[in-house]
């Protein structure tokens, strides 16, 4: 079994009264995370899945003496799959604020469904988690850094899903069923899309603008919908951790592009599962937006999992000089560019530094990028100037 980061971080809340929630994509390991955890509580757990119909049922009117007699005298409540349940969110605000000494743990696929439910009713009485696919950090953890890093174009091919991982040889079967279930399937039946083909469109497009600059007018004209509904599927994609955004670097300067965006997918495999693309590194003609991709995924999960409070950016101007990640950390500038190669020039724009004075500006290779990734990869320094 890989260890997950996220483990402790969890097992450090499970002593105080609120309640946990756990996001995250369909198939990353939150309930396999769940599980482990209620193998080392050293106390009688009820556990609950929402994906059962008399659980769904017995909970949409619950009341709290309901409730009580159904948890009895246990101390620790474990729901899965929370986000089929109507009213979880004030199920389990009853259960903080009328049964004292119960641990509630909850945990749901989706944050447009699970996080509008709770988010209200659970104000100041929540620690929230996401958990992603799999992490370089948590891989290096299981087998070592070389062979991670023999790894490593293989997995800006197939991705990081802890399925991918286990099953060698077998990535693009596993691929395929996991993007067919949870792209659309999921997405259709809880955003009720009427348009399944076009969402599908909108995907492929995106995938093919990984690390580019989207326009919403353009993605309409090409793909036959209005602004609003693009950027109504854009945002359905983006809670359903499918896709994130990053916006422009801009502190006013006039000739900075303000109002323009990339999109990432998060995890590379998923991003050429939606078009089929799973020839081998080398022979691709899109290395440089996996690069990319994989780059910005990991530097999620790290700074997610290790707390870094970040402001992330990317920066462009108007004569087309580039900066492909901005990290902004208590008021300090990071610039980084990413490079495949370790022997590719990397530019930085002088009238970005003149205006910004970044503390680090610093390419990354296949050669530094652990440092990138990682939270405390000594191998190499930090190059800063």
């Not at 995370?33 to 059962?52: F, K, P, R, V, Y």
């Not at 699970?114 to 370089?136: A, C, M, Q």
């Amino acid at each position: 079994m890989i260890s997950r980061t996220l483990y402790q971080n969890i097992q450090s809340r499970l002593d105080d009264p609120k309640a946990i929630i756990l996001h995250g994509p369909r198939q990353v390991g939150k309930t396999t995370l769940l599980q482990q955890l209620s193998t080392e509580i050293e106390a009688d757990i009820l556990w609950w899945n929402g994906d059962e119909p008399d659980i769904r049922s017995d909970l949409e009117n619950a009341t709290s003496t309901w409730l009580k007699e159904q948890i009895g005298k246990r101390k620790f409540l474990i729901i899965d799959e929370a986000q089929r349940i109507e009213n979880i969110g004030i199920v389990i605000k009853l259960i903080v604020d009328q049964i004292p000494g119960v641990k509630v743990i909850a945990s749901g696929s989706s944050s447009f469904d699970l996080s509008n439910k709770i988010n209200e009713p659970l104000t100041g009485r929540k620690w929230e988690f996401l958990l992603y696919p799999v992490s370089v950090q948590e891989m290096i953890e299981h087998h070592g850094e070389r062979q991670e890093g023999r790894l490593l174009r293989n997995r800006l091919v197939y991705g990081s899903y802890p399925e991918i991982i286990n099953h060698p040889g077998e990535e693009r079967e596993y691929l395929k069923e996991l993007a067919g279930s949870y792209l659309y399937k999921d997405i259709l039946t809880w955003e009720n899309i009427q348009k399944p083909a076009k969402l599908e469109k909108l995907l492929q497009a995106l995938a093919f603008q990984v690390g580019s600059q989207v326009s919403v007018n353009e993605l309409s004209q090409t793909i036959g919908l209005d602004n609003h509904t693009i950027e109504r599927y854009i945002d359905v994609l983006e809670k359903a951790y499918i896709i994130f955004r990053l916006q422009p670097f801009s502190r006013n300067l006039r000739n900075e592009i303000k109002k323009s965006q990339k999109i990432y997918f998060y995890d590379n495999g998923i991003r050429n599962a939606v078009i089929n693309q799973f020839s081998s590194f080398e022979l691709r003609q899109d290395k440089g937006q996996l690069w990319e991709n994989f780059l910005m995924c990991e530097r999620r999960k790290m700074t997610h999992y290790h707390a870094k409070n970040v402001n992330r950016y990317f920066w462009r101007n108007h004569a087309q000089q580039e900066i492909d990640f901005i990290e902004e950390i208590n008021g300090n500038v990071n610039a980084y560019e990413f490079k495949w190669n370790p022997k590719a020039k990397v530019f930085f724009s002088k009238s970005f530094i003149n205006a910004y004075k970044p503390r680090v500006t610093e390419g990354i290779h296949n050669e530094n990028y652990l440092r990138f990734v990682l939270p405390d990869h000594t191998k190499d320094s930090i190059i800063e100037g």
